[in-house]
């Protein structure tokens, strides 16, 4: 098949429709327009038309982004969030599907507890006496465009399939939309589906040029780069490394003037890598990464005591969501999927202690579930714990009794489509709230 035809199948109107009712159709952001998935539901068949002939074309536009901020924390800037329209969210989940498909084999995905699953066998086969950690500032919105196009060129000759791609990636981020907009001419937009993927295209070459450098181990997660080697050689890989991020715009800390931001180290002291912390021989998760924890279990408790309804079961049923996580859509969801790899079981019963004090603080009568026990579920009976909820394979029955009795949905008139549809609708924004636990661990 050609990339053409690809790309014509990933644009066709049945596999567009499929994308707004699998991806798009519980979220609640809208863009720029303020159009939500409900109104946009309602003209669903005449926008996909739209989308899939402009596309096909290659004369379809992206609106603008809407800006949003998120807090990297006390004294950093935070970061720009592109939310694009409900329309140019189907596009861009259909055009990161096809530059997956057609990158299948040269990009791989990893989440994060795997590649801390290599770095733990890394870290205790004694073969590295060094570890190289540089951090890339200002990562997306330094991508050069002309250096990005040259990289898709090896692979999409198309200039109506590039043009349409560069359309999503040169429409502004605003708060509001004026005419005197300009359109960007540097970087990608953040937190669009196809951002990620198109980053690790921009790296391709620099990735697997270190990844087939002998005696060392070279990874990249998005902007956080880490390299095990001789620690005699460090500094020699280190400024090489620098050289070659910078000739396509990319500057990456100095070691010695940013030590806060990049470290090279001999290995056997302590390091943190993608939220997790390792020291000695135990691993566990980053002193942030547990803070922000902590906060969203206070923050539970919190809407609680200000709730109209002071329901100690939704209480119950929220807290041991955010302790056990859950799989849902085909994905494990929340903190300890996250930090699975751990091995400090200490800071486990410090966090049911701590779940311990808030429910004499504010004075509740729950038992809810416990992190060490969840942990021990998840390392040993992953695949058949009951434990941890695995929302796909919940029954009608079970989807309407946590309708009923969580959320206070009257069902007995619903109709089993109407049933899942708001089901997903209401797990799917906890799950989001699951994901605010772990973002931002790189930070």
Not at 383 to 396: A, G, K, R, V
Not at 411 to 428: D, H, L, Q, T, Y
């Amino acid at each position: 098949m050609t990339i053409q035809q690809q790309f014509n199948n990933h644009f066709s109107e049945d596999n567009l429709k499929r994308i707004f009712v699998e991806h798009v159709i519980y979220s609640g952001a809208t863009g720029i327009d303020n159009l939500d998935q409900y109104a946009f539901r309602a003209q669903l068949d005449e926008q996909i038309a739209i989308l899939s002939r402009k596309m096909l074309a290659g004369t379809y536009k992206f609106t603008k982004y809407k800006l949003k901020l998120v807090s990297k924390g006390k004294d950093k800037a935070p970061r720009e969030i592109s939310i694009p329209t409900v329309r140019d969210r189907i596009a861009m989940r259909a055009m990161c599907d096809f530059l997956t498909e057609i990158y299948d084999g040269d990009i791989e995905f990893n989440l994060p507890q795997k590649v801390i699953k290599r770095v733990k066998a890394d870290v205790e086969s004694g073969g590295f006496t060094g570890v190289i950690k540089l951090d890339v500032s200002n990562f997306y919105p330094s991508i050069k465009h002309n250096e990005l196009r040259s990289r898709l060129g090896k692979k999409i000759r198309s200039e109506d399939i590039k043009n349409v791609l560069f359309s999503a990636i040169t429409s502004p981020t605003v708060l509001v939309s004026k005419t005197t907009d300009q359109l960007s001419t540097r970087g990608v937009p953040q937190g669009l589906a196809i951002s990620n993927i198109l980053a690790a295209i921009y790296l391709l070459n620099i990735d697997n040029y270190f990844e087939s450098l002998p005696n060392i181990k070279y990874y990249r997660y998005v902007d956080d780069v880490m390299v095990f080697c001789d620690f005699n050689d460090a500094q020699t890989i280190a400024k090489d490394m620098r050289k070659r991020f910078g000739r396509i715009g990319l500057k990456m800390y100095d070691p010695i003037k940013r030590p806060d931001k990049s470290t090279i180290e001999q290995l056997g002291r302590s390091f943190d890598y993608l939220g997790y912390h390792f020291y000695d021989s135990t691993i566990s998760a980053r002193l942030g990464s547990i803070e922000r924890l902590k906060h969203s279990l206070v923050s539970i408790f919190t809407s609680y005591k200000h709730s109209k309804q002071k329901s100690e079961a939704f209480l119950l049923w929220r807290l041991n969501l955010r302790i056990t996580g859950c799989v849902f859509d085909n994905k494990a969801k929340g903190w300890l999927f996250f930090f699975s790899e751990i091995n400090d079981e200490q800071l486990l019963h410090t966090l049911d202690h701590y779940v311990s004090k808030l429910i004499k603080r504010f004075n509740v009568s729950i038992q809810p579930k416990k992190f060490v026990r969840a942990f021990k579920e998840l390392s040993h009976r992953k695949y058949e714990t009951s434990y941890i909820p695995n929302f796909d394979e919940y029954t009608l029955a079970q989807k309407k009794k946590v309708l009923t009795d969580y959320f206070k949905v009257n069902v007995s008139k619903m109709r089993k489509v109407e049933v899942e549809f708001e089901f997903n609708k209401r797990i799917n924004k906890q799950v989001k709230d699951l994901l605010v636990d772990v973002q931002s661990f790189a930070y």
